[in-house]
């Protein structure tokens, strides 16, 4: 079943500028997680934010959660070119057994 | 250090021809193994997942099959393809619920 939901579909920006996505869910969770893809790759971890965390950065990467609204964002500041991939938020949903039920994905294309 | 193996990178594979798509982790003992499947454009669907050898959850009823005959090698079998079961398989693994997946690089399954 569908957890997350990523927002927008997809974003385009000029390097330089900040990226914004969002991701809701709809049921308690012990972490959330993002993840990015490359087109055609494996997903690769970027960061994991605890159920009992509001903030979190690792590098040009900074990712709030607000248990609350059941939403979390992923911010990626002073955005290259290199940043361009589909990226996606997981949510290890509570008493799943660490299965990750992943969003649909943002479409990130950021234009030199 | 840990490393995850998936095979083959790309297939081509008629309807109603067998599937066996083999992934293996190297660096770890008894990982929590995964196998995802994504549509075009879209977010990841988890088919299986194993805590340990020979246990198997099945996710969504489907044409497909998982069996773990060691700690580290999960397997994603069909006896008969069908159409809709095109699409890109990723495996992964992990320890815990602590920490992300490590993905594998993916296979990409056509079938014709």
């Known amino acids: 079943s569908q957890q997350g939901e990523e927002d927008p579909q997809a974003l385009s920006i000029q390097e330089g500028e900040n990226a914004t996505m969002n991701c809701s869910y709809k049921t308690s969770i012990n972490n959330l997680q993002w993840y990015r893809q490359n087109s055609g790759r494996g997903l690769v971890h970027l960061i994991l934010i605890r159920s009992n965390e509001r903030e979190k950065h690792s590098g040009r990467l900074r990712v709030t959660l607000d248990t609350s609204k059941k939403s979390s964002s992923l911010l990626i500041t002073a955005s290259r070119a290199a940043d361009t991939a589909s990226y996606f938020c997981a949510t290890d949903v509570d008493n799943q057994g660490g299965k990750l039920i992943f969003g649909q994905g943002t479409e990130l294309s950021v234009k030199p | 250090s840990q490393t995850i193996h998936q095979w083959p990178a790309t297939l081509v594979q008629p309807v109603g021809s067998p599937l066996s798509l083999e992934c293996t982790v190297e660096?770890?003992?008894?990982?929590?193994l995964y196998w995802y499947r994504q549509a075009a454009g879209r977010g990841l669907q988890l088919l299986f997942y194993s805590v340990g050898i020979g246990q198997i959850s099945s996710e969504v009823p489907q044409n497909l099959s998982a069996s773990r005959p060691q700690d580290r090698q999960f397997i994603l079998s069909s006896k008969k393809l069908l159409l809709s079961d095109s699409g890109f398989y990723l495996c992964?693994?992990?320890?815990?619920?602590?920490?992300?997946?490590?993905f594998g690089s993916g296979t990409r399954l056509t079938v014709v």
């Open positions: 992964a693994w992990s320890v815990g619920g602590r920490h992300g997946y490590t």
């Open positions: 660096g770890t003992s008894n990982p929590n």
